[in-house]
């Protein structure tokens, strides 16, 4: 067994805490969904993570003044806290913020309104200035917006709403987006307003007042031509209304646009909205070159991110906007790295609109007043179930079967019915399970949590001839959070690679002694990566990993290669190759069958670890990537709601599922099983004894 050293982050409920222990500060992990194994921990100081600022990997200003600080790119937890030291943790803007390739610097215009911008858009021009291939040039301001009016009286504003038709017609709306602010706000939401007047000190610009016909505003020909004489590559919209006329070609490559929302079905707005009052599982944000028709213009990327049960719009719109902020970095790194060309080819091909409506706009009184009536009965509800059989929070399970047809054989569905189910101690849950056949006999490593510590060690034991579990014992454990244990046989060697993205490393142990003894060879990645799996192919290794946009939001897929285990990564052109909430994290180990390659991935769109998708693998180069989707797959049985982890060896199909469980209740029990009896291990070659936990 492996253990961390001792006077790490303290036990704690589920949430939020600090400490200070020893002059070290501690942030407790904190889970992406009730105990949904993605978590945060800041890096402290006895993690080895320099206080330097010059030891900020990759960010540099893109006007040559050297190395900027930390802060200058802030990162938020999911729950919008801020987690500035993060940074030293590879997020997924940073494999975009420096450029090898020798070509001038794009030239970046930007349209606002005002230089006080939502907190989503300041992170978007961070990073742009973070990097060493682009530069904010021009600044363009929009002379027609009003002046902010002084706070009207009370009975001013009576008057005002009741003589305005329009206004009238949203009154709803507005006291459901006042209500909702009132019972949901929470810190740092992506539209609280930022005073960037610092941030864009120094750069040219200029005001124009569009001709304005409606929502409509363009641009006098001397504007537009004032505007081209910059030279522009790259004109980003944050500002202005609809844009049409000469000024959509004022710039080498347009006006890039976010439409946060999926044009495919959603055109208008407001962002997140009708999501959530259809029903919808998924919101999209879009990033699209802006043409003269709305929401038609070529979409250079596309983002799918989860809406929660929770029926509230500050909420769910929180992910969308914080998890979308890398697409314009990524899109620039793109285009210098590799033309203008290759973003055609890879722009996201158009659909025929499926929308219930032609566009959306604010909701009506009547719709507003369904709505909140629903939310109304929702929260209720949720209250009383509380109330009644308190905090309900995911218990997952593990289970064994022999002899069945492999997932990737065309099943749809699995019966819950034709697994032995492995019952955890109580204050426990077990997930994540693999499975390896070593000199014979068949073993299974997977995540044993403890509610009460808020955190999961690796767990192994062998499984008998009739497919049950033996006794299990510890081999990993940690001062912060490990799961996802991805074992695996390499040239004679057993090696694993556990989820630990709470100690913001990818590791790589090798087993000395299988299955109990275990020593470090190399940590692969520093980075808030989850759930990294391994796939080798004519000699190149092939890493699959998902990254986060901000600290646990919004999980890209990103693929990595090197030309052997321990080699260093090579970041994969097509990076990321999927931001969609259904495909980007692994759900088991990719397989080759019947010249195949299959990958498997959690569809988180329901809930987290709803059910697992199929993908086939069909371009697998340094260059490309491609792969198509194959078909969902199911756990179908009571009590399961869900399954995102699968694996097979031999006739031996593992397998977990998603129950729910008091809180209360598990926080009462639990101990994490002891090591093995004869167990020693090494970590950088230093004899541990044995610890039972």
Not at 149 to 162: C, K, N, T
Not at 538 to 558: E, M
Not at 663 to 682: I, K, Y
Request: some cysteine; overall charge positive; hydrophobic content about 35%.
């Amino acid at each position: 067994m492996i253990e961390g050293k001792k006077g790490g982050a303290s036990s704690s409920s589920i949430g939020y805490s600090a400490a200070r222990r020893k002059g070290t500060f501690y942030i407790d992990c904190i889970p992406e969904d009730d105990l949904g194994h993605d978590y945060v921990e800041a890096a402290s100081p006895n993690r080895g993570i320099s206080n330097d600022p010059r030891s900020v990997s990759g960010v540099y200003s893109s006007r040559g003044h050297g190395p900027r600080r930390p802060e200058d790119l802030r990162y938020f937890d999911q729950r919008g806290r801020t987690a500035t030291r993060l940074m030293m943790k590879k997020m997924l803007a940073d494999l975009f913020l420096t450029s090898k390739v020798n070509r001038p610097p794009l030239k970046i215009g930007i349209f606002l309104d005002d230089t006080s911008l939502p907190r989503w858009i300041e992170q978007v021009i961070r990073q742009i200035q973070a990097s060493n291939f682009a530069r904010i040039e021009l600044l363009v301001f929009n002379a027609a917006v009003e002046e902010k009016l002084p706070r009207r009286s009370w009975w001013r504003s009576i008057l005002r709403l009741l003589s305005d038709p329009t206004r009238r017609s949203q009154w709803g709306y507005q006291l459901y987006i006042k209500l909702d602010k009132i019972f949901f706000r929470q810190s740092n939401d992506p539209l609280d307003a930022a005073d960037c007047t610092a941030l864009l000190a120094g750069i040219q610009r200029i005001s124009v007042a569009p001709i304005v016909r409606g929502y409509t505003h363009r641009f006098g020909e001397a504007e537009v031509e004032r505007i081209r004489r910059q030279d522009l590559d790259v004109i980003v919209r944050f500002g202005f209304n609809i844009l049409r006329g000469g000024v959509l070609n004022a710039a080498r490559y347009g006006i890039w646009s976010f439409h946060h929302g999926d044009n495919d079905f959603y055109r208008g707005g407001p962002a997140c909205f009708w999501e959530l009052y259809e029903g919808k599982r998924e919101c999209g944000v879009t990033l699209q070159v802006l043409s003269e028709q709305l929401d038609a213009g070529m979409v250079l990327e596309k983002a799918t991110f989860s809406i929660s049960k929770m029926p509230s719009l500050i909420r769910n719109r929180f992910t969308p906007y914080w998890g979308s902020t890398t697409l314009i970095i990524q899109k620039l790194y793109q285009l210098h790295t590799l033309g203008w060309d290759v973003l055609k080819q890879r722009s996201v091909p158009s659909m025929p609109f499926q929308g219930k409506r032609k566009l959306y706009n604010s909701p009506g009184n009547l719709e507003a007043s369904r709505w909140m009536l629903a939310v109304a009965l929702i929260v209720v509800g949720k209250a009383l179930r509380r109330l009644v059989i308190g905090k309900q929070v995911s218990r997952w399970r593990i289970a064994i079967r022999r002899g069945k047809e492999p997932l990737y054989r065309g099943a749809v569905a699995l019966q819950a019915a034709s697994f032995q189910w492995v019952e955890s101690p109580r204050g426990h849950f077990y997930a994540d399970p693999f499975v390896i056949e070593v000199r014979g006999r068949s073993w299974i490593f997977f995540e044993d949590y403890l509610y009460r510590e808020s955190k999961g060690v690796i767990v192994c034991g062998e499984v008998s001839s009739e497919g049950h579990l033996g006794k299990c014992a510890s081999i990993l454990s940690f001062d912060y959070h490990l799961s996802y244990p991805f074992v695996f046989d390499h040239e004679g060697g057993i090696y694993l690679i556990p989820e630990s993205s709470a100690g913001g490393t990818v590791q790589l142990f090798e087993a000395t002694n299988f299955p109990y003894h275990w020593k470090l060879r190399k940590v692969l990645f520093h980075g808030n990566a989850v759930d990294t799996t391994v796939f080798v192919r004519d000699g190149i290794y092939w890493f699959f990993t998902s990254l986060g946009a901000q600290a646990g939001i919004g999980r890209s897929l990103c693929l990595f290669y090197a030309d052997s285990l321990e080699g260093d990564w090579q970041s994969h052109p097509c990076n990321p190759i999927s931001m969609d909430v259904r495909y980007a994290r692994a759900a088991g180990r990719i397989v080759e069958r019947e010249g195949k390659i299959i990958r498997m991935s959690q569809d988180g769109s329901r809930r987290y670890g709803g059910s697992i998708n199929l993908h086939e693998i069909t371009t697998l180069t340094k260059t490309d990537y491609r792969e198509v989707f194959l078909r969902n797959v199911s756990l179908d049985g009571i009590p399961f709601l869900g399954t995102h982890t699968y694996d097979r060896c031999g006739d031996i199909d593992v397998i977990d599922g998603l129950t729910q469980t008091s809180l209360a209740r598990e926080m009462r029990f639990g101990e994490f099983l002891p090591m093995h009896a004869d167990g020693r291990s090494t970590v950088d070659g230093k004899e541990n004894g044995s610890r039972s936990q």
